[in-house]
């Protein structure tokens, strides 16, 4: 299976900064990686797929970029609503063996 | 708007089969540009795709290494939902336990609400 490495782990940031988060592939997947956000007890959200592609509703300070095996993340200013834990996940292998990423937490 | 709706019980003994079903509403099980699928969460393995179901002019599964020996994922069209069944449960496979639609590129746009499944005797 494709290993998904998120780096870093957590993030302690303030409302208003940039955020950064990598995700890196263990071979390269192309663009069929997917962002979510998962807050405390509830299912994760849809932010990003094709890589860069926003999802319908989501706010345009998220972002998404990088192809093959380098992936990011950005938050362009953070807001207090986006403290939570955020995942990458991979589609690429046909069978399915799609992947997540372990997790990257941004506290405030 | 699509919206899937958990049910299950929440505690399995080992051994036993873990039974969990995802009614949809606002889409149809048998579309032809859908995907059903499951997915877990522990702290463990972390989220960890199971398998999933979806019909293109007849229905078709694909199910995770991991599982695949103890997984069946069923759609039951008259009632717009699909189940999970998990064989031979283990303490290893308490999880949250979450349905999902798929969206663009084969990622996941609409979840079900979990369902914590906890295998103990």
């Known amino acids: 299976d494709i290993q998904m490495t998120q780096s870093p782990s957590s993030v302690s940031a303030s409302v208003g900064d940039r955020v950064t988060i990598t995700c890196r592939a263990s071979?390269?997947?192309?663009?069929?990686l997917a962002w979510y956000q998962q807050k405390p007890g509830k299912a994760p959200e849809l932010l990003i797929y094709?890589?860069?592609s926003l999802q319908s509703g989501v706010p345009s300070r998220f972002s998404g970029s990088g192809s093959g095996t380098d992936f990011t993340l950005t938050i362009s200013s953070l807001q207090p609503e986006d403290f939570a834990t955020y995942y990458c996940?991979?589609?690429?292998?046909?069978?399915?063996?799609?992947?997540f990423g372990q997790g990257t937490k941004v506290e405030i | 708007q699509v919206q899937l709706q958990q049910s299950g019980p929440g505690l399995v003994k080992p051994s036993q089969t873990l039974s969990l079903t995802c009614a949809i509403s606002?889409?149809?099980?048998?579309?032809?540009?859908?995907?059903w699928n499951w997915i877990r969460q522990s702290p463990s393995r972390g989220l960890e795709w199971l398998g999933r179901?979806?019909?293109?002019?007849?229905?078709?599964?694909d199910y995770a290494v991991s599982v695949k020996s103890r997984i069946t994922i069923n759609p039951d069209t008259s009632k717009n939902q699909f189940s999970l069944q998990l064989n031979s449960v283990t303490p290893e496979d308490t999880a949250v336990y979450y349905c999902?639609?798929?969206?663009?590129?084969?990622?996941?746009?609409?979840w079900g609400q979990g369902t914590l499944v906890t295998v103990s005797s």
């Open positions: 999902a639609r798929d969206g663009g590129y084969y990622s996941f746009q609409h």
């Open positions: 606002g889409d149809s099980v048998s579309s032809n540009n859908a995907a």
């Open positions: 179901t979806y019909y293109r002019s007849k229905w078709s599964n």
């Open positions: 071979q390269g997947i192309s663009s069929w």
């Open positions: 094709a890589a860069s």
């Open positions: 996940q991979q589609a690429n292998s046909f069978p399915p063996r799609w992947t």
